[in-house]
Each structure stands twice: as C-alpha cells, then as structure tokens.
C-alpha cells in the first residue's frame, strides 16, 4: 500500500468497543484495543495515501448471543457471579432487535467503496443511537440509563 501511495485497511470491531456488557471486560478490551489501535494507525499511515475505517456493528444476528450466553454462564455460572451470570446469559438471547447481517455487509462494501471513507461506520440504526447516547451522556448517567437498558437491577453495582 505504501509503495503504490493508497490503499484501505477496514477494522471490524463493535459498538462494545465503547459501551459495555456485565461480565464481559475481556471482550470490551479487546474491542477497545481495536479501536486505539485503528485511530493510531489511521494517522501513521495517512501521509502514505491510506485509509484506515471502524466498522461498529451492533445487534446482529448472528450466532453470537448463543456463544455468549454459553460462555458467560461456564465462566461465571458457579461463583460468586452466578446471578449476573443467568442475567446476562438470558439478555444476550433475549436480544429481539437484531439486524440482518447484510446490513454490515452493506456498510462495509460503502467503506470500501467510498472515495473519502468517514472514520467510522455504526450499523444498525440502533447502535447509532447507543452510540450517540454514550457521547451525550455523562459516565454516571450513562451507566444508570444503560444498565435499566440491560435489565440490571439498580442494586447492581452501587455500594452497600
């Protein structure tokens, strides 16, 4: 890509790599990392003619919920955790406003093909409007609005 003065590397992350899920740190870092890692690269490699774009899907159907669900009820189903464990398993599969996979491969195909790319693509709608809502919110009040969102108890994470 350097040698020819152009090229275009898209990053596949997800919305995860800015809002978060109960039990599920390692995933949300490693899609974090994926996002430092993009908007660093976008701009060590912009002087050579290249593009560096974020896909962030959100809710996708896919069989993601159902390995999810499985592994947050075998990691943390036992312990100390197993209440948000059984939670989180039942949110993940509960998830009913899940977007086509198309409509990624859409969003990717437009990043591809763009002349000039944004930075950044979010798909479905919905995660758009999570996305917008993790801007214009606070940490605090984020956190309160999301976790009513996720069906967390209010208990969950306030202190005793």
Do not use: C
Not at 41 to 60: C, N, Q, S, T
């Amino acid at each position: 890509m350097r040698k020819q003065g152009s090229g275009r590397i898209i990053n596949i992350t997800s919305i995860g790599g800015k809002v978060w899920t109960l039990l599920g740190a390692w995933y949300h870092a490693s899609k974090f990392a994926v996002e430092g890692f993009s908007d660093s690269l976008r701009y060590e490699v912009r002087p050579f003619g290249i593009d560096v774009v974020v896909i962030e899907p959100g809710a996708i159907k896919t069989e993601w919920p159902t390995i999810a669900a499985e592994h947050v009820k075998n990691m943390s189903g036992n312990g100390p955790y197993r209440e948000l464990a059984e939670a989180t398993a039942h949110l993940f599969m509960a998830q009913g406003a899940s977007a086509p996979p198309h409509v990624i491969a859409d969003v990717i195909w437009r990043a591809a093909s763009a002349r000039h790319p944004k930075a950044r693509y979010a798909a479905p709608f919905s995660a758009k409007v999570i996305l917008g809502l993790r801007w214009a919110l606070s940490d605090r009040l984020f956190d309160r609005v999301w976790g009513r969102v996720m069906g967390i108890p209010a208990t969950v994470g306030s202190r005793q």
